[in-house]
C-alpha cells in the first residue's frame, strides 16, 4: 500500500513572533486558508487513505497537529523526543509503516512548503509511486526547475533521462551544496541542476535495508525500537532509543551514496516559504506594494508586510520596507532588508530571560 509522510517538527524562527517553539510556521497559515500542515495532507487525500497517513512531529507540537489533522489516525503522528534531522525521523515511519505493512511505499514531504497545483503534485506523485512499484530499489527524489540563482537550496545535477513519459525522470550525476551567488547563476545557465526541495518516494523496505547498509549504528537504534513496538512499550522505547540515534539528513545518510538514485523533474511550482519576505511573493501586494493581512490603515506607506490578528488595527505613516507583525502577546518591526536576522531577536531575547516569546 501507499503511505504518506509528512515530517512536521521543524522551528520555522523567521517567522516569529507569529511562529513559536510550540506554533511553528507549518502550523500557521501563511499562504490560502489552510495552515501549510493541512494543505500538505490535503495534496495527498485524493489517492491516500487517511489510515496510511503518518506525521512526525515533536512534543511541544503534537497537541496543535492532532488538533489540524482530526483525520489522522491518532497513532499514525509520530512524536519525536529529540530532534534528530531527517534520517531517524524517516527511519522512524518506516519501521512504524513497516509494522502494519511489509510492502509499503513511503511518499515523504515536508510540512512546511507551499506547492501549486494540487493536480500537479498528485501527478508528480503518482509517477513516482509508479516508479517504485516497478522498481522497488528506487529511490525516487523531486527536482524543482531554478527560477533564480538561489544560494539557500541544495542542488541536484541530473544526468541522462532514463525513461520515456511524463514528468520526466533523470539518473543523479551529483548533489550539490548551497552554492555562493557566481556558482548559482553557473548552475541555472547550464540548466541540468535542479533545486532538492526534500520530497522522496521508496519502499520501506527498502530505505530500512539502505540505512542497514549505511548507518548500521542507526539501524541498530531502530531495530530496538521496532522490537519495543512489538511487544507494547511503544512510548518508553522510543524515549530510551530514539535519542541516541545519530543527526544526519536523509540525503547525507542514505540519497548521495546509494545506487538507483532518480530524479523526477516536479511538475509543480515550489517554494519553501522562508522568510517573511516569502508572502508578497505568495499572497500578493496591493497598490503601494504592500502585503496585507488583517485590518490596516495606511497611509504613505509602500513596500511593507502587515500582519495582525482579531480586531487589532495596525495603522502606519510615511513607511518604507518594512515588516510589521502583531500578535497577541508581541509585535515585530523591522527593515525588510534584515528579514534574514530575524533569529538575532530570539537570541537576544534569550540572553534578558524573556524565554516565554520564543
Known amino acids: 500500500m501507499l503511505h504518506a509522510v509528512i515530517m512536521a517538527g521543524g522551528s520555522g524562527t523567521r517567522f516569529w513572533p507569529q511562529s513559536r517553539k510550540s506554533m511553528p510556521k507549518q502550523l500557521l497559515r501563511l499562504a490560502g486558508d489552510r495552515t501549510m500542515l493541512q494543505q500538505s495532507l490535503d495534496r495527498c487525500t485524493s489517492w491516500v487513505d487517511a489510515a496510511n497517513s503518518w506525521v512526525v512531529t515533536n512534543e511541544i507540537q503534537a497537541v496543535a497537529t492532532r488538533e489540524q489533522l482530526p483525520a489522522v489516525p491518532a497513532e499514525n503522528i509520530l512524536i519525536e523526543p529529540a530532534a534528530r534531522n531527517t534520517a531517524p525521523c524517516v527511519g522512524l515511519a518506516a519501521i512504524e509503516i ?60 541530473r544526468g541522462t533521462q532514463i525513461e520515456d513519459g511524463t514528468p520526466r525522470l533523470y539518473s543523479v550525476n551529483a548533489f ?33 535495508r539502505l540505512l542497514e547498509q549505511h548507518e548500521p549504528e542507526m539501524h541498530a537504534g531502530l531495530m530496538r525500537i521496532q522490537q519495543g513496538i512489538a511487544e507494547g512499550r511503544r512510548e518508553a522505547v522510543i524515549a530510551e532509543e530514539f535519542p541516541k540515534l545519530k543527526s544526519i539528513s536523509i540525503d547525507y545518510a542514505i540519497l548521495e551514496r546509494a545506487q538507483n538514485v532518480v530524479v523526477q523533474e516536479a511538475p509543480f511550482l515550489w517554494d519553501d516559504v522562508g522568510s517573511w519576505l516569502s508572502l508578497p511573493r505568495l499572497n500578493g501586494v496591493d497598490s503601494d506594494q504592500n502585503t496585507i ?5 495606511g497611509v504613505d506607506t509602500h513596500g511593507c508586510i502587515v500582519r495582525t490578528s482579531g480586531s487589532h488595527l495596525v495603522a502606519t505613516l510615511g513607511l518604507r520596507n518594512l515588516i510589521i507583525v502583531h500578535t497577541e502577546d508581541a509585535t515585530l518591526v523591522a527593515d525588510a532588508s534584515h528579514s534574514e536576522r530575524i533569529r538575532d531577536v530570539l537570541v537576544a531575547l534569550e540572553k534578558q530571560d524573556l524565554k516565554r516569546f520564543l
Open 293 to 297: 493581512d488583517g485590518l490596516f490603515c
Open 98 to 157: 513497516l509494522q502494519k505493512d511489509p510492502d509499503g511505499i513511503m511518499f515523504v514531504m515536508p510540512a512546511d512548503h507551499v506547492i501549486q497545483t494540487v493536480e500537479g503534485f498528485t501527478r508528480g506523485a503518482l509517477r513516482a509511486v509508479e516508479v517504485v512499484r516497478k522498481s522497488p530499489e528506487s529511490l525516487v527524489l523531486f527536482g524543482v526547475t531554478p527560477t533564480f540563482p538561489s544560494t539557500g537550496y541544495g542542488y541536484i545535477e
Open 176 to 208: 550539490r551544496e548551497k552554492p555562493h551567488l557566481s556558482l548559482a547563476e553557473q548552475y541555472l545557465r547550464e540548466g541540468r541542476f535542479f533545486w532538492n526541495c526534500g520530497i522522496f518516494c521508496w519502499s520501506a523496505r527498502t530505505i530500512i
